[in-house]
């Protein structure tokens, strides 16, 4: 009985530093959902019969005493019984959002964590995965939810609070005085689209539109490519400039790879549009590529291509 005993012991034990659970189906047989080395055929047969695991209420009731003390294990402590001054939402208030860290601030975007860890733990978890914001926001809903705890609904959550960073940086940009030189140019292209594009894996085709004073009017994604080419039609240009009543019209695409070196592609594509806007009186003032950061760029008017 003591053998016995000490060996359902040190099997409950294993299941319990692994955080692995048990269920069983309609006929009866024991599986487990984590996949662990030790969990052969032999050894889940072997459980059944320790545990005089029979049926469904008996599997739920030991999945039950293995939670609880993998809880107890862990100490974890829920954010809405945490001390009030260092509960993320209240130092918001408090303290203002500027001194939060980041893990608090994701936390309350998160809103809560999963059965034995915290919002402000899963929240870790995902900054230790992916190191930067720009690395979160570049990976997808689907990649998102792979992450234990992360379900569809915090990954929109968290897919949301980004876009809308994103939206107040275009909005800003768009407030901007109109545009008087090349470098206006470039501070404009790399605030409105820098954090859409910067980590796009194809390359996008946009022109941005400008009155009669260089005051922007519109910004038009024109085609979303494969991931080493975008196809644009110039009379596209032409359709969407005059459409608005431009003046002139700057021409915007980045390059996945990152390396902004104008392609031959690129030049003779500039070139049509440009010849196009020409017959009809719209300025192309220049064509701006975009690479991975911020100073990765090529300017054809700097260039003189332009």
């Known amino acids: 009985m003591k053998n016995i005993d000490n060996r359902r012991k040190e099997i409950f034990d294993i299941l319990v530093e692994n955080k692995t659970y048990p269920y069983i189906n309609k006929k009866g047989k024991l599986y487990f959902r984590k996949k662990i080395k030790?969990?052969?055929?032999?050894?889940?047969?072997?459980?059944?019969?320790?545990?005089?695991?029979?049926?469904?209420?008996?599997?739920?009731?030991?999945?039950?005493?293995?939670?609880?003390?993998?809880?107890?294990?862990?100490?974890?402590?829920?954010?809405?019984?945490?001390?009030?001054?260092?509960?993320?939402?209240?130092?918001?208030?408090?303290?203002?959002?500027?001194?939060?860290?980041?893990?608090?601030?994701?936390?309350?975007?998160?809103?809560?964590?999963?059965?034995?860890?915290s919002a402000e733990e899963l929240a870790n978890k995902i900054l230790n995965k992916y190191k930067t914001l720009r690395e979160i926001d570049s990976v997808s809903i689907d990649e998102l939810c792979k992450i234990e705890g992360i379900g569809l609904a915090k990954a929109t959550q968290i897919k949301a609070s980004f876009e809308i960073g994103k939206r107040l940086l275009k909005e800003s940009s768009s407030e901007k005085k109109k545009i008087k030189n090349p470098d206006d140019i470039i501070d404009f292209v790399s605030e409105y689209y820098g954090s859409y594009l910067r980590d796009a894996k194809k390359e996008f085709f946009n022109i941005i539109l400008l009155d009669i004073k260089n005051k922007v009017i519109d910004t038009i994604e024109l085609s979303k490519g494969s991931i080493n080419a975008s196809v644009v039609d110039p009379r596209e240009v032409i359709k969407e400039a005059t459409l608005k009543s431009a003046s002139s019209i700057i021409l915007v695409h980045n390059h996945p790879s990152g390396d902004t070196e104008p392609s031959t592609d690129d030049i003779n594509i500039t070139k049509k549009i440009k010849e196009a806007c020409d017959i009809v009186g719209i300025k192309v003032l220049d064509h701006i590529i975009i690479g991975k950061n911020k100073e990765d760029y090529t300017s054809f008017a700097k260039l003189g291509l332009i």
């Open 38 to 117: 030790f969990l052969n055929d032999e050894k889940i047969e072997e459980i059944k019969s320790l545990f005089e695991i029979k049926d469904k209420e008996s599997c739920d009731k030991f999945r039950e005493e293995i939670k609880k003390e993998v809880l107890k294990n862990k100490e974890y402590v829920s954010i809405k019984n945490w001390v009030k001054e260092e509960r993320p939402r209240e130092m918001l208030i408090k303290y203002g959002e500027k001194n939060l860290s980041l893990s608090k601030l994701l936390s309350i975007i998160l809103r809560t964590g999963k059965e034995g860890e």
